[in-house]
């Protein structure tokens, strides 16, 4: 068995990187799934910092971004998704984030650890998550949604408002019927536009808005 993938880290879980991982309250190792060990104790082969480019299902041969090949018998393509990015005035500025991976939440502590204000972009699970995080870490939170309630694609308004009260009870502001115009700031963000919803300081920014 051999494992290709374009991360520098052996197979783990995301859903901990939102939440436990983000807050230092779990470690790396907690967040692999196995140990280094099972893999060679397995005679598995992972290949990290390796994308695959092509596949030729007639050779049954993958290419890889190295310039290697390698053969296989059975092919499992897993490759999950990816974030949605915002395409916007300002998107480009340093201090604006996505959470996906474990070297996106090292960044994004690292971030938080010299923030005052966090201003995140989608209220779903992941904006959520991260909005808990930044209040039991001292920072002003605001997380600004599109649509007219919290978690509104994925439950019902009674669980939407059970979860508004949560959280707006525990320190962090909730803006719903808030879209995003664009970010300012000089080489990284300072401010979240938001046209006539007016403008939110920030000088660390996650975005979640789905996949």
Do not use: W
């Not at 041969?61 to 916007?88: F, H, Q, W």
């Not at 996106?104 to 966090?118: C, N, P, T």
């Not at 939170?141 to 649509?147: A, G, K, P, Q, S």
């Amino acid at each position: 068995i051999t494992i290709i993938g374009d991360e520098s880290h052996i197979p783990y879980q995301r859903p901990p990187l939102s939440k436990q991982y983000l807050a230092g309250e779990q470690g790396i190792e907690r967040v692999y799934l196995r140990p280094e060990k099972f893999y060679a104790d397995k005679d598995v082969t992972l290949l990290l910092n390796t994308r695959a480019t092509t596949i030729d299902r007639e050779a049954r041969c993958i290419g890889l971004d190295n310039g290697d090949s390698l053969e296989y018998d059975k092919l499992i393509v897993a490759t999950g998704s990816r974030p949605r990015i915002l395409n916007i005035e300002g998107s480009d500025l340093g201090g604006i984030h996505y959470l996906r991976t474990i070297a996106d939440v090292d960044a994004i502590r690292a971030d938080m650890g010299q923030a005052k204000s966090l201003v995140i972009v989608g209220a779903g699970y992941i904006g959520l998550e991260v909005a808990s995080v930044g209040v039991q870490a001292g920072l002003e939170v605001h997380v600004l949604e599109m649509e007219e309630r919290i978690l509104q694609r994925v439950t019902t308004p009674e669980m939407s408002n059970y979860y508004h009260k949560l959280h707006t009870g525990r320190g962090v502001h909730l803006h719903t019927t808030t879209g995003v115009s664009g970010f300012a700031g000089n080489g990284r963000v300072a401010q979240v536009l938001c046209g006539d919803a007016g403008t939110f300081d920030a000088d660390l920014v996650i975005v979640g808005i789905g996949i």
